[in-house]
């Protein structure tokens, strides 16, 4: 386990220690940190490593299903898809459902690098679970889960 990092320190009157945004967005970067340090050999971001994910699971989401699937607008989704083009990992195919769609599919070196990725993410969830007991890991879901869902 890591040091854990000092505390932003409050001064009498100083109300930011008491926000909440600012809470998780410092947990947020604790996990960032976290998977940068574990994940840097893949040379992949997390969302990169979602939408590899999503599309190894989805064969022949377009770039539609997949904004909708990680909530990002549609411009920042087809940014990592032409990042993970460009790195061979991923190819477009002619949807099989609609001719005005295209779909997308693992290369044989993006199912690599899945299989890759799904066995990191192990050891990454394991890290961050591992603070928690499990009703804990329970009640949490559900509290983040008000927040995006």
């Not at 993970?84 to 693992?106: C, H, Q, V």
């Not at 990454?124 to 009640?139: M, P």
């Amino acid at each position: 386990m890591q040091p854990r990092r000092a505390r932003l320190p409050v001064e009498e009157g100083d109300d930011l220690g008491g926000v909440l945004g600012l809470r998780v967005r410092r947990a947020h970067g604790a996990i960032q940190r976290h998977f940068s340090e574990h994940f840097s050999d893949l040379e992949l971001t997390q969302k990169q490593i979602s939408v590899l994910w999503l599309v190894g699971d989805r064969s022949g989401a377009a770039q539609a299903d997949l904004a909708r699937a990680l909530d990002m607008d549609r411009a920042t989704t087809m940014a990592l898809v032409h990042s993970l083009e460009r790195r061979g990992l991923l190819g477009r195919t002619p949807s099989t459902t609609d001719r005005r769609r295209i779909a997308f599919a693992l290369t044989e070196e993006g199912k690599t690098m899945l299989r890759r990725a799904k066995a990191a993410i192990g050891a990454h969830e394991d890290w961050l679970k591992s603070r928690f007991s499990k009703a804990e890991l329970i009640q949490l879901e559900a509290l983040l889960e008000r927040i995006y869902g």
